[in-house]
Nanobody
Framework: QVHLVESGGGSVQDGGSLRLSCAAS????????MGWFRQAPGKEREGVAA?????????????LYTESVKGRFTISYDYAKNTVYLQMSSLKSEDTALYYC?????????????????????WGQGTQVTVSS
């Protein structure tokens, strides 16, 4: 069965950095979206970053970021390890949230999947990121 496990969360001060990892197992080979989402208490789940994996030549690898993290966060994927990463730098208190890794359905490569949590099929358990001023 599909299993996503996040790691790398923790507590940092404003301006600090963290790298989140999500090891995926049980996913079928093929193009799909992988994403990072976050949810703070009392707030809706928000798409942070997403990457469209490239397994078909017509489906180029694409990354998407929510505006608030552009230039600070970088999503990447290690195809050999089936692991998606989120490198987070210049962290702010507003970044504090529970961060989730998610995988979209095989072959669902439309832009609308991107940062939309409703479009994702598989979810990890979450890892807490806390940024203190």
């Amino acid at each position: 069965q599909v299993h996503l496990v996040e790691s790398g969360g923790g507590s940092v001060q404003d301006g600090g950095s963290l790298r989140l990892s999500c090891a995926a197992s049980g996913l079928s080979y093929g193009s799909r979206w992988m994403g990072w989402f976050r949810q703070a208490p009392g707030k809706e789940r928000e798409g942070v970053a997403a990457i469209r994996l490239a397994f078909v030549s017509d489906d180029g690898e694409t990354t998407l970021y929510t505006e608030s993290v552009k230039g600070r966060f970088t999503i990447s994927y290690d195809y050999a390890k089936n692991t998606v990463y989120l490198q987070m730098s210049s962290l702010k208190s507003e970044d504090t949230a529970l961060y989730y890794c998610a995988a979209g359905a095989l072959g669902q490569t439309a832009q609308s999947v991107g940062l939309n949590p409703s479009q994702y099929t598989y979810w990890g358990q979450g890892t807490q990121v806390t940024v203190s001023s």
